[in-house]
């Protein structure tokens, strides 16, 4: 009886994650008329792969692609180079009010982002980068949660190798990138992958500080079929569908990271 309970309560929530990613990709291979259709199917009556090449008229989607991944690459690269001597410099330098400064860097974490919004949009346009890559990326190349965690990692190294290693005259960037650093590959692997998937979907920032069609990224072209003529689920779908796949292969590629890191791998000491 246990088990059939189990059973159920995994089939449930499988079918809740899985149901709305179904209907999303049905949707997309449906008509227009069809996607309004009550009741609703899961299955089109015949597939419309022409609905990604109407995307593609309506919007520049090779532009929308490669502004979002120069952002999400600088994004990512600029997030672990932060991370990792934040992350050193919490967890092996000794200076004054290193435990209360790791404190408030902890504590940013429960602000949330949209909270931080006007402020750094205010920053950025007093500063004469609205509309250009910097302001896409700058803000959020510092994650304190990516910071907390790779801290942790770095504690499961011993302290004594650290002591051998300078009373042998290594420097502290040496030991970092020749030991810390491949010693904590599965926590980096994590670290960028968490960063990319925030990065490629990001909506609302990019949205708030670019105004051209030619600066702005992928998840923007979804505001393009929602109007207040109405909105056109099936090309909306398509667009959603063409953001969300090249990041459910990278976390299939990279998963075993990712379940290690979080397991607990990285939170010991």
Known sequence: MRRSALYLLLLLGCGTTLLPFLWMISTSL?????????????????????????????????????????????VTVGTLLTTIMGAFAFSRLRFRGRDLLFA??????????EALLIANYVTLSRMGLVNSYTALILPWTVSAFSVFLLRQ???????SLYNAARADGCSDLRFLFQIMVPAAK??????????????WNEFLWPL?????????????????????????????????????L???????LLQKHLVRTLSGAGLKG
Do not use: D, Q
Request: a neutral charge; glycine letters at 4%.
């Open 186 to 199: 599965p926590a980096l692997v994590t670290i960028g992958l968490l960063r990319v998937i925030n990065s």
């Open 208 to 244: 708030i500080v670019t105004h051209r069609p030619e600066m702005r990224t992928l998840p923007v072209a979804l505001s393009v079929f929602t109007n207040e003529a109405g909105i056109r689920y099936h090309l909306l779908m398509a667009t959603a569908t063409i953001i969300i």
């Open 153 to 159: 990692y770095f504690l499961t190294i011993p302290e």
């Open 30 to 74: 449906k008509s227009g008329a069809e996607a309004f259709a009550i009741p609703m199917t899961f299955v089109p009556a015949a597939p419309r792969w022409g609905n990604y090449a109407e995307v593609a008229r309506e919007i520049p989607l090779v532009r929308y692609v490669v502004n979002s991944v120069i952002v999400t690459v600088c």
């Open 246 to 252: 090249p990041v459910i292969a990278l976390y299939l």
């Open 104 to 113: 408030l860097c902890v504590g940013t974490m429960i602000v949330p982002e």
